[in-house]
């Protein structure tokens, strides 16, 4: 079974720019969710989807943006890229509503110049 | 809210030695789990163990497992016969069972193994 898969691996962008990154949960997984982690930060949950829509989203301003397919796939999209958005971004997909356990992809490294 | 608290940034051990990794977290739910995950330099994230709050046996995995104290909500990882493939940073994670998936994680603590 694939696990969860996160395109682009390494990504530069530049300020002002936006990006969309991708992450393909595992076969049959019906939650995605996107986090940030940062040196200073830590990891900081940004949105879950379930089923197409947004259950829950962290505290992160509406440069961010997010989106679930029917199939499961889920995009997330920054605007108006800052320095300080500059992060390793991880998604993780989960099967059920109980949360037992999320599985992490590999994550992709924004760097933002 | 969900708190999660790593008190020790950074650990080492030697080599075929324990090692326990300390957490603590606050929460006012009843119903929740609790999870270690290793990230290595890889960067991916792996889940170690699980344990489920309403569950009063610690969970063990091979060389790992957890000492979980719910009343004084602390969740500790040992590691018995540490590798140097143990070498990672670890996180302790809070996730409450019901509701929207979003793991609140602690600041991690990164642990090398001597040889």
């Known amino acids: 079974k694939a696990g969860v898969t996160q395109t682009p691996r390494y990504l530069i962008k530049t300020r002002g720019q936006q990006v969309t990154l991708s992450c393909s949960p595992i076969s049959g997984h019906r939650s995605v969710s996107w986090y940030q982690q940062t040196p200073g930060q830590g990891l900081q949950f940004l949105f879950e989807?379930?089923?197409?829509?947004?259950?829950n989203k962290g505290n992160f301003p509406g440069r961010f943006s997010g989106r679930q397919f029917s199939n499961s796939r889920s995009e997330m999209n920054v605007s108006t890229l800052e320095l300080g958005d500059s992060a390793l971004y991880l998604c993780?997909?989960?099967?059920?509503?109980?949360?037992?356990?999320?599985?992490f992809g590999q994550g992709t490294r924004l760097t933002v110049v | 809210a969900q708190t999660v608290t790593q008190s020790q940034p950074e650990m080492s051990v030697q080599e075929a030695e324990t090692v326990t990794l300390s957490c603590t977290y606050d929460?006012?739910?009843?119903?929740?789990?609790l999870f270690w995950y290793k990230q290595p330099p890889s960067r991916q994230m792996i889940l170690v163990i699980r344990?489920?709050?309403?569950?009063?046996q610690n969970a063990t995995e091979n060389r790992f497992s957890v000492n979980f104290q719910k009343a004084a909500k602390s969740f500790s990882l040992k590691i018995s016969d540490s590798q140097l493939g143990d070498a990672a940073m670890y996180f302790c994670a809070l996730n409450i069972i019901q509701g929207a998936q979003k793991l609140v994680f602690g600041q991690g603590t990164r642990l090398t193994i001597n040889p």
């Open positions: 929460t006012s739910e009843s119903d929740y789990y």
């Open positions: 989807y379930f089923s197409e829509t947004q259950r």
């Open positions: 993780a997909s989960s099967w059920n509503l109980m949360n037992t356990e999320a599985f």
């Open positions: 344990q489920e709050a309403y569950k009063q």
